[in-house]
């Protein structure tokens, strides 16, 4: 006789329990999530497809930020300062050094993880706040160097990006978000894959038991020198990735776009999100991306019997984005990936309470 639900989830062999999803449900969840975002470049225009595209960026910063704040427990505020690196790198590389996007797109991504273990150093003598002002200092230093060194630029303040192209194919300005949204989600996909399977691995657990407890870790065999500075370089080559790409597809390459504003941006997806999730930074960079457009969505909605709100707008978005973050730290602490769980638990006992 079968069952309404399942009692519990039981395994019979070590592959099974190595599985990423175990249930027919998980399986019909990610079969709806293939369809939508297959659909998507057919059902969004133009200007929602590029607030996709930008969220896909988002989400590979997030993953990355989150592996080393989430994962390993190890605050930062510099992310802007590494997506400026990864930026500045690939185009430096592929406009005038002429290398093929690719390779300097993975130059980009081990530069600023050389540059993010160099700055993951003082972790090896402070925590909490005192690292975050650390890492702050490394924003700042790297901002510093981006708008003072005019080498970089040529003396012009920026560096224009010639259009992606990878052996003979190159993206067209008629289908231009469309070309880009399959090429960053194919990289998106990859990258959640990868953040996924690396706390399966020991590497990725030696990052959590250094974020449950240092001391008992290296009492019980684990290096924290090596986990605390492979974590920065980790989470650092993600989000140098995601500055490679932001250079790519905006095709200019700014300091504006890399301030410490992007660093708290960030920093409020993966709370937002869930830390200690890969999932919660998926939803959080999803949340933080859809917050401004729906927001001038709503405002320009209300501006017919509310003629004054469209001046209000940027003071309106700031008020928003505080409000989410108090709200989301008093109510749930950990996040949407949270209220995504409770959500699933509550279907699954319905109607019984437990």
Do not use: C
Not at 57 to 79: E, K, R
Not at 306 to 330: E, Y
């Amino acid at each position: 006789m079968s069952t309404v639900t399942a009692t519990g989830i039981h395994h019979r062999s070590y592959r099974a329990e190595l599985r990423l999803r175990h249930t027919k449900a998980q399986y019909v969840r990610l079969a709806l999530m293939v369809g939508l975002l297959l659909a998507a470049p057919y059902v969004l225009d133009r200007y929602w497809l590029g607030i996709a595209n930008t969220i896909l960026i988002a989400v590979i910063g997030a993953v990355g930020l989150n592996i080393l704040v989430g994962f390993t427990g190890q605050i930062s505020l510099g992310q802007g300062g590494f997506l400026a690196v990864g930026a500045y790198t690939s185009a430096i590389l592929s406009g005038r050094a002429g290398l093929p996007v690719p390779l300097s797109i993975l130059i980009a991504v081990i530069m600023t993880a050389a540059i993010g273990a160099f700055f993951g150093l003082p972790a090896l003598r402070l925590k909490g706040l005192y690292l975050a002002i650390a890492t702050l200092a490394s924003q700042e230093i790297i901002m510093f160097i981006v708008r003072r060194w005019t080498w970089l630029t040529e003396g012009q303040g920026f560096i224009e990006v010639e259009r992606l192209s990878i052996l003979g194919w190159s993206i067209k300005r008629q289908t231009f978000e469309v070309q880009w949204y399959w090429l960053l989600l194919a990289i998106t996909i990859a990258v959640v894959v990868v953040a996924r399977n690396l706390f399966r691995t020991a590497l990725g657990r030696s990052f959590m038991a250094v974020r449950d407890q240092d001391i008992a870790a290296q009492a019980i065999g684990v290096n924290i020198t090596r986990a605390k500075v492979t974590a920065f370089a980790v989470s650092s080559g993600f989000v140098g990735l995601a500055g490679a790409l932001t250079a790519h597809y905006t095709e200019t390459v700014t300091w504006e776009r890399f301030t410490l504003d992007v660093s708290i941006l960030y920093l409020a997806m993966i709370i937002v999100g869930g830390l200690g999730s890969i999932a919660g930074a998926v939803y959080g960079a999803i949340f933080i991306g859809l917050l401004p457009p729906l927001l001038t969505e709503a405002v320009e909605a209300l501006s017919t019997s509310m003629p004054g709100l469209t001046d209000q707008l940027p003071a309106i978005r700031n008020a928003v984005f505080g409000v989410a973050i108090i709200v989301f730290l008093l109510v749930e602490p950990r996040g949407l990936d949270r209220i995504w769980t409770r959500l699933k638990d509550y279907v699954r006992f319905w109607p019984f309470r437990y």
